[in-house]
Antibody, heavy 120, light 107 residues
Framework: QVQLQESGPGLVKPSQTLSLTCNVS??????????WSWIRQPAGQGLEWIGR???????TYNPSLTSRVSMSIDTSKNHFSLELTSVTAADSAVYYC????????????WGEGTTVTVSS | DILLTQSPSSLSASVGDRVSITCRAS??????LVWYQQRPGKAPKVLIS???SLQSGVPSRFSGSGSGTDFNLTISSLHPEDFATYFC?????????FGQGTRLEIK
C-alpha cells in the first residue's frame, strides 16, 4: 500500500525558506489518478491546505500563500516537494503531505506529518 | 473561499451513545464534502467522501448525509477509539477548505 513520508529541517530561521520533501513508497507518483498535496496544522488549530501538484507539473496553490509557495514533483525520485519562502513564526506548524483523489478531492493517504518551527 | 462551520465545536458523550456532527457550507457545494477523523498526534484519516460514501475499512457505525449546504456525520454507537477530533472538508472549489473541527470527548 502507498505510504508517504515527509522529510526536512525541523527548525527554520525567520525570513528563510522552508523546504520539505514527501517520499512516496509502495506506489508511484507517476499516475494521472491523483494530485499530491501539502496541508499544514498549527499547534492546537485546524487544517490549512497549502496546495497541490499534478504529475504534469501543474500546480494549484492557496491564494493566501501563492506569493511564497512553490511545489514540484520528481518522478525519477518518486517524491514531491514544497518550498515556502520568507517564513515567519506564523508558519510554524505540522506539515503533512497527502495523496488527493482526482474529481472527489479527498485526501486518502497522508504522511505522518513533520513539525516545523520558525525561530531564530 | 468557502467557509465551513462545524457544530458543535466540542461534544461530550459516552461509549454506546449516538452522536451527530453538523457541517454547514457558506455556499452550495453539491455533495463534495469529506469527513476526517484525527486522533491526537496523528494525521487525519478519511472516513467519508462524496458526503455519504464510506471509505474502505471504515466501520459501518459511521455514516454521512446531506447535500448543498448542510451535512451531517453520525456515529451510531460510540466505541472508545472514536473519541477524537472530526473535520469536514469541501472539494467543490479551490482553495479546498476545512471546518474548524469538532472535538469528541468522553463524558
Amino acid at each position: 500500500q502507498v505510504q508517504l513520508q515527509e522529510s526536512g529541517p525541523g527548525l527554520v530561521k525567520p525570513s528563510q525558506t522552508l523546504s520539505l520533501t514527501c517520499n512516496v513508497s509502495g506506489g508511484s507518483v507517476n499516475t494521472g489518478s491523483y494530485y499530491w498535496s501539502w496541508i499544514r496544522q498549527p499547534a492546537g488549530q485546524g487544517l490549512e491546505w497549502i496546495g497541490r501538484v499534478y504529475i504534469s507539473g501543474q500546480t494549484t496553490y492557496n491564494p493566501s500563500l501563492t506569493s511564497r509557495v512553490s511545489m514540484s514533483i520528481d518522478t525519477s525520485k518518486n517524491h514531491f516537494s514544497l518550498e515556502l519562502t520568507s517564513v515567519t513564526a506564523a508558519d510554524s506548524a505540522v506539515y503533512y503531505c497527502a495523496r488527493t483523489v482526482l474529481g472527489l478531492f479527498h485526501m486518502d493517504v497522508w504522511g505522518e506529518g513533520t513539525t516545523v518551527t520558525v525561530s531564530s | 473561499d468557502i467557509l465551513l462551520t462545524q457544530s458543535p465545536s466540542s461534544l461530550s458523550a459516552s461509549v454506546g451513545d449516538r452522536v451527530s456532527i453538523t457541517c454547514r457550507a457558506s455556499q452550495r457545494i453539491a455533495n463534495l464534502l469529506v469527513w476526517y477523523q484525527q486522533r491526537p498526534g496523528k494525521a487525519p484519516k478519511v472516513l467519508i467522501s462524496g458526503a455519504s460514501s464510506l471509505q474502505s475499512g471504515v466501520p459501518s457505525r459511521f455514516s454521512g448525509s446531506g447535500s448543498g449546504t448542510d451535512f451531517n456525520l453520525t456515529i451510531s454507537s460510540l466505541h472508545p477509539e472514536d473519541f477524537a477530533t472530526y473535520f469536514c472538508q469541501q472539494g467543490y472549489s479551490s482553495p479546498t477548505t476545512f471546518g474548524q473541527g469538532t472535538r469528541l470527548e468522553i463524558k
